[in-house]
């Protein structure tokens, strides 16, 4: 195992830890920022430090394309290039490839396809997959899976789920041996529990440093994405870091937190600060609604952001609604600092065995609405 | 005079100096950022304020059309509104009815126009723009003028002209008397020495707290720039400061400053900061060249500014091409920095009695080209 993973408390099937990197500590349930192009977008690495993140995502698929991997490599690795020295987890490639990609040829060896750029051929295999992540110099490096697009029936779900297991093996011998780096495994299967099972199994007989559940928050609804979270994380190590990728949404992250998940990521607090929505304690807020045009109160009195220190929603609904660039600035550093916060509440509850406390607050800030009318 | 303005040293016509504001210190020569919309495109104020910035610029039309001069004023002024608390000169408007604004009338009394925003229909006029300028909470208020679309014939620089001066007379009797408020007048008159004479003594029986010298900078070049300025400031009071409105690249501001001006302001360092343009001591740069896409150098090395400390020329060649918005950060800190070291370059010159070897090294520096080959 290349990274320690020290679970310090725990409440019911919650955990929360540290896992420790050469460089740095990931302190668990944590969220990591999306960055990407090698920029979380709107944000300097400084401020986003700032916020708490312990550690950011960069994707293979989006690099690998745009500078490229090896032109990143000859320039010192990611971390010097996007001015971040804090650990970096990235991608496979293998879910982007599948949604952004033009011409894919999926083969048993692995996917052929366009650039979306500017429509060069490239290939993303177990093995070259492993190559560029090492070029990159990630931290933590992701099996290469296939994310096949739902629905789909179970007999698709699991061919490709025994694809990518077998794709994991491929990924855990080209990776190799690389101390200081991390390689994590991706559990696919559906909704279905046997598959997730199966799925399971494979991977810890091959054996990862951590392990992810993948296929989820494609669509299914949360309702079942919880009936898989209720089993899916307990089939994994127990000992090693479980991490669901791709989500989510606040009650999302919170509900999976409780089911016996330790990572996350996702784009929608970057993004939606780009699209005048903020994510708040007492949920999501559109600031380029009229209702906020001469509104002098902070978009949330209790957030330490710079949004919420410096401004009042009048003016984020002004430069959301002139599409200025520091609306995008203000806001996307608003929902990460609360994706942080978040992140930091769910720490203190489970190391306080209140988790339940915590949730049933979260519940009734959100149920409260946004603000009071002026 | 609302403010006292110390002059500290004199090179020649140059001159250093003071401008006390009830809001804080000016130093000239000053450049001031624009911030048009309640905000300096792609950055927060902190990090104005950083680069040395000791005023902004806003501007009346924008403003008025949106979010509303009322509307700001209920919300306690434009500083609360966009967080900066220093000094802030507002233009009166009457430049950029003529250049964005559709369905224009001018008369004696004003200009009526529909917004370039939404239509609506709207009318600036010396009291109008008083009034707005007065809502927003302006520190430096600009007397409302008309700039004519050049080229144009002696006869309606001439008319323009004496309209802008009775408009000059407008402003002041209608600004009043406001403590810890200064009405900077504006001098017309084209390329013609003989109407820049007739506007300046128009203008020095009103008496205004600074002058500013208009209708420059509106492409006869900077030659013709220059020969104007041979003259425009000497007809202006000497113990008052004057503002080179518009103006300009780092070259027009040198020959600017030499020539006795004090106070500048222009969009070209914040707009080429987000289409990839750099200034730097070697001149212009275009990050978005090719040459750049493997060069691990900074910018500029000798620069303090985020973008040079933290990131390679390569990155920066990276998100200017992917459109990145950190790209558009990055090169606006490192323009608006760049102007301000340049500012205190041209200051501390002065001071020194200096100014020519200043200069001397400005141009070797530019003529040395941007970097070296790698």
């Known amino acids: ?147 096949p697009a739902l629905p789909a029936d179970k007999a698709r779900i699991a061919a490709s789920m025994r694809l990518s297991m077998r794709w994991a093996q491929r990924s855990r011998d080209a990776f190799g041996d690389r101390p200081g780096h991390a390689l994590f495994g991706i559990q696919q299967g559906g909704l279905a529990r046997d598959l997730r099972e199966e799925s399971a199994e494979a991977l810890r007989a091959i054996g990862f440093d951590g392990y992810a559940i993948g296929g989820l928050a494609v ?21 090693r870091p479980r991490y669901l990728m791709g989500v989510g949404k606040p009650d999302d992250i919170v509900g999976a937190v409780l089911r016996g998940v330790d990572m996350f990521d996702c784009v929608l607090p970057s993004r939606s600060g780009r699209t005048g929505q903020a994510w708040t304690r007492r949920g999501p807020v559109n600031l380029r609604n009229a209702r906020h045009r001469d509104d002098p109160r902070p978009l949330d009195e209790s957030c330490t952001c710079p949004a919420c220190r410096g401004y009042s929603r009048a003016y984020l609904h002004h430069v959301t609604r002139a599409d200025e660039i520091i609306g995008s600035m203000l806001l996307t550093w608003h929902n990460l600092q609360y994706y942080q916060d978040l992140m930091a509440g769910l720490r203190q509850a489970i190391a306080d065995g209140d988790l339940a406390g915590f949730i049933a607050a979260f519940d009734r800030q959100r149920a409260e609405g946004d603000i009071e009318p002026l």
Chains 1, 2 share one sequence.
């Open 1 to 147: 195992m290349s990274f320690a993973f020290d679970i310090q408390a725990r409440d019911g099937r919650a955990r929360s830890g540290v896992l420790r990197t050469t460089r740095g500590d990931i302190r668990t349930p944590a969220f990591m920022p999306v960055g990407t192009a090698a920029t979380v977008k709107a944000m300097r690495p400084e401020s986003v430090r700032e916020t708490g993140a312990d550690i950011l995502l960069g994707n293979t698929y989006h690099l690998m394309l745009r500078p490229g991997a090896e032109r990143i490599a000859r320039l010192g690795g990611l971390h010097r290039f996007m001015n971040w020295d804090g650990p970096i987890l990235t991608d496979s490639g293998g879910f982007q490839v599948m949604s952004l990609a033009s011409l894919r040829k999926l083969t048993e060896a692995g996917v052929r396809f366009s650039s979306h750029i500017d429509g060069s051929k490239h290939v993303l295999s177990p093995e070259s997959s492993m190559e560029i992540q090492r070029l990159l110099g990630s931290d933590i490096v992701m099996a290469f899976d296939e994310c």
């Open 219 to 239: 669509g299914e609804g949360q309702a079942a994405m919880f009936e898989v979270l209720d089993h899916a994380p307990q089939m994994l190590p127990e000992d």
